[in-house]
C-alpha cells in the first residue's frame, strides 16, 4: 500500500518552517544591505613638471567615491610602485633620467585628514583628456624639494584611508572597499641624471657545511639612486661545466656608493676549491655582465674547548685534617 508522501510532514514541522521562512525575510527587510565602496583620485597621475632643489611646489587632486554617509579619509606618502614606472614609463616620467629616492618626507598636507560631506554638491572637474567627472572633494598637497634633492624624474604616491561614518540606524554595512592610490610626478633639474654603476668584485664566504654565500660589490657611479638586482649568479668548475645558477635579490643603492648583493648556494654537494663566477647585476635602465674567479673555502668543524676539570676540594681537606692530627698528636 502506498503512503502519500505529505502525510510524512505534521503538522508542526510545516508550521516551524513557515515560521523560519517568515523570519528570514524580515530579518533582510530591516538589515542594511551591503555596499561595494570605491575610493579614487581624478586625476590618477599628476605630472608637476621641472622643480628646482629646495623650490616648494603645490599639487591638487580630486576624490571621487560613491560613498552615501559622511567619510573621514586619512591621507599620508607613501612609497610608489616604482618598478612600474621603470618598466614601462609614464605621461612626465623618463626611466633613463629617473632617479629612484625616497620622496616620502617631502610631502604634507595642508589638510588632513580630509572630510567628505555626502549632503555636499559634486564639484565639475575637466581632466587633461579633455573628460568630465564629478569629484567629491578636492586635495592640496605641498612638495618640499629639498637642496640636496638628486636630479631627475621623480615619482611619489598618496594612500587614502577612507573611515566611514555610522548612520542613526546602524549605517550601511561595506563588504568591499576599492582604493586607487594617487601618484604624481616630477623633474629636478638642471643637473643631469646619470645612471651607471659597475661590479667592483665578487667574495666567496662558507657559512656552513651546505651553505655557501656569494657577495657581490656593486657600485653607484651615477648621480642618482638605482636599484641593483642580482639577476643571475652562474658559477662554473674548472672544467667549465655549470654547477649551479643562483638569483639574488636586489639593494637601493644611492650614487657614489657601493652595495652588497648576497646570495646563498644550498647543497650537499659543495666542494672547496677554485671556481668561476659569471654575474648579472639588472638596474632597469641597463645590465652589467662580469667574470671573476673565486675560491670557496672548506666548511670549519667547529670544536668544543675541553671542559675544565674540576678542582679536587676533597683533597684539600684531606690535607687539612692529616695536619691537624699531626698536630694534635705532638702536643
Known amino acids: 500500500m502506498k503512503r502519500d508522501k505529505q502525510s510524512f510532514t505534521s503538522p508542526f514541522l510545516s508550521s ?6 517568515k523570519a528570514l525575510v524580515i530579518t533582510l527587510l530591516l538589515s542594511n544591505f551591503s555596499l561595494a565602496l570605491s575610493v ?24 571621487l567615491t560613491n560613498a552615501e554617509s559622511d567619510m ?33 618626507d617631502w610631502v604634507t598636507f595642508p589638510e588632513n585628514p580630509v572630510f567628505i560631506s555626502s549632503k555636499s554638491p559634486g564639484i565639475v572637474v575637466r581632466l587633461p583628456s579633455g573628460k568630465t567627472v564629478s569629484a567629491n572633494a578636492d586635495v592640496e598637497f605641498i ?62 664566504e662558507r657559512e656552513m657545511k651546505n651553505i655557501a654565500r656569494f657577495d657581490v660589490v656593486f657600485q653607484n657611479t651615477g648621480t642618482v639612486t638605482m636599484t641593483a638586482k642580482l639577476k643571475e649568479l652562474k ?19 644611492p650614487p657614489k656608493t657601493t652595495g652588497i648583493l648576497s646570495v646563498f648556494w644550498r647543497s650537499d654537494k659543495i666542494e672547496p676549491g677554485l671556481y668561476t663566477a659569471k654575474v648579472v647585476v639588472d638596474y632597469s635602465t641597463g645590465t652589467i655582465s662580469e667574470r671573476y674567479n673565486l675560491e670557496i673555502p672548506k666548511a670549519i668543524k667547529a670544536t668544543l674547548p675541553p671542559k675544565p676539570s674540576k678542582f679536587p676540594w676533597w683533597l684539600v681537606v684531606l690535607i687539612v685534617l692529616f695536619v691537624l692530627l699531626l698536630v694534635y698528636w705532638k702536643w
Open 143 to 204: 612638495l618640499q624639494v629639498p637642496k640636496d634633492a638628486e636630479p631627475g624624474y621623480h615619482v611619489g604616491a598618496i594612500n587614502l584611508n577612507p573611515q566611514i561614518s555610522s548612520t542613526p540606524s546602524g549605517g550601511t554595512s561595506v563588504s568591499t572597499i576599492g582604493i586607487t592610490r594617487f601618484y604624481f610626478v616630477f623633474h629636478v633639474i638642471p643637473e643631469p641624471a646619470i645612471r651607471k654603476g659597475k661590479v667592483v668584485n665578487i667574495f666567496a
Open 72 to 104: 573621514l579619509i586619512q591621507l599620508s606618502s607613501t612609497n610608489p610602485h616604482l618598478r612600474l614606472f621603470m618598466k614601462n614609463g609614464a605621461d612626465g616620467f623618463i626611466p633613463k633620467n629617473a632617479s629612484e629616492e625616497s620622496v616620502i
Open 16 to 21: 516551524c518552517f513557515r515560521a523560519i521562512v
Open 40 to 63: 579614487g583620485t581624478a586625476p590618477g597621475l599628476l605630472n608637476l613638471g621641472d622643480v628646482k632643489p629646495g623650490e616648494r611646489v603645490v599639487g591638487m587632486f580630486y576624490i
Open 235 to 253: 658559477l662554473f668548475d674548472k672544467d667549465n661545466n655549470i654547477v649551479t645558477v643562483l638569483k639574488g635579490g636586489d639593494k637601493k643603492i
